[in-house]
């Protein structure tokens, strides 16, 4: 496993991060994991030198069950079985108050993020996770001008000097990399988490210059684009109720998919064996990149997921045939015409 640092937080970070939010089963998005083999999964993950783990309050949970955090506190039952808690890095983010993804456009800070839930969530993380202190807590969704409000400046400065965390940042919005811009220039974020795979490109174009420029530490997302980038769907793929990307993945994209999938798969060389390694080389290939942080709830995942960090990037040529497979695409549904300018796709 290669390392890279994670912006100005000065964290040295495993260029493949373990994202979570599958591992302990999540009713309204995912289904199927067993918990045993997340569990060893992570466990996997650390033995194979990752030591950044991207998990949220929200993962895992259940209207019937409010106060539990599954991913959380699977994470937590790791930290202490294993005694690792200090070689690893812990991410984790604040729900937003009205449960609104992504954060639209026009809505107020004051219903997103106001202090007391941020409060609330920081102190709610720790006790899952079972630790004293968060390396890195992000907020769940952004719009760029909450950065005007005083509010959550005040509540982040007065939670880092209370030891709770150690640094901000933000997980934003799918498809919108340039909506956190005057935030960084705030200096109260140290890393953003987006979205980045071969078919969503776009935060080359103006989210990796100015991260690069302040020093932002990028923790990139959706890597495999929910297991499409994996190249293991096809038009006769079927999810279960409780996954999400039943909506994710319709029956045209699925057909979709696939084209676009076999057209990549022509590509493969001496560069990457399969889909998922080009789709992970494709991450690391770029310098801005601190971390991809695939969703590994198999061993069999972890293996072959950090197996990718051996620092060879994809060439010149290949990278920029690969810019012709972008394939940009909203899966918000537009509940209300006149909103879809608060729900846009970065063009
Ligand atoms: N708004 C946010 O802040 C936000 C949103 C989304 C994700 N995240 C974070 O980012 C992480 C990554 O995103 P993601 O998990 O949604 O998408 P992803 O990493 O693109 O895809 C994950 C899915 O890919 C499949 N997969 C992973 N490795 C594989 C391999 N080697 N071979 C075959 N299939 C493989 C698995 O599917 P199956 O197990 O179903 O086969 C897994 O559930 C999340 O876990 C979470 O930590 C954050």
Known sequence: MKYRILGKTGL?????????????DDPNCWVGADLK???????????????????????????????RHPSEELIGKYLKESGKRNKIVIATKVVPKNWKWPAWNGIPISEVFPPKHIEKCVNDSLRS???????????????????????WKNTVKKIIKSGKVRFWGLSINDFQPS?????????????????FNIFHQKPKIRLFPIAKQFNIGIITRVPLDEG???????????????????????????VELKKRT??????????????TELALRFNLSFEEVTTVIPGMRKI???????????SRILSRDLLSVLKNHAWERNFYPMPDPSLAVSNYIEQ
Not at 12 to 24: D, H, P, R
Not at 135 to 151: C, E, G, I, K, R
Request: overall charge negative; charged content about 20%.
């Open 300 to 310: 069999g995942y972890v293996e072959t997921n950090t197996a990718v960090s051996d």
């Open 179 to 195: 909506n956190c811009v005057k935030t960084i220039k705030t200096g109260l974020i140290s890393t953003v988490q987006c979205i």
């Open 12 to 24: 040295k970070v495993s260029e493949i991060g373990m994202g979570t939010w599958q591992l302990a």
């Open 129 to 151: 996770l079972g630790i004293e202190t968060i390396d890195l807590m992000q907020f769940h969704v952004w719009q760029d001008y909450f950065a005007d409000d005083d509010n």
């Open 262 to 275: 076999d057209n990549l798969e022509k590509l493969l060389n001496g560069e990457a064996k399969n889909l």
């Open 37 to 67: 083999e997340s569990l060893r999964s992570l466990h996997k993950f650390v033995e194979l030198g990752g030591n950044f783990i991207d998990t949220a309050w929200v993962y895992g949970y259940s209207s019937q069950y409010p106060s």
């Open 228 to 254: 499409g980038l994996t190249g293991k769907f096809n038009s006769a793929t079927r999810f279960s109720s409780g996954d999400f990307r039943q909506k994710y993945f319709t029956p045209a994209r699925l």
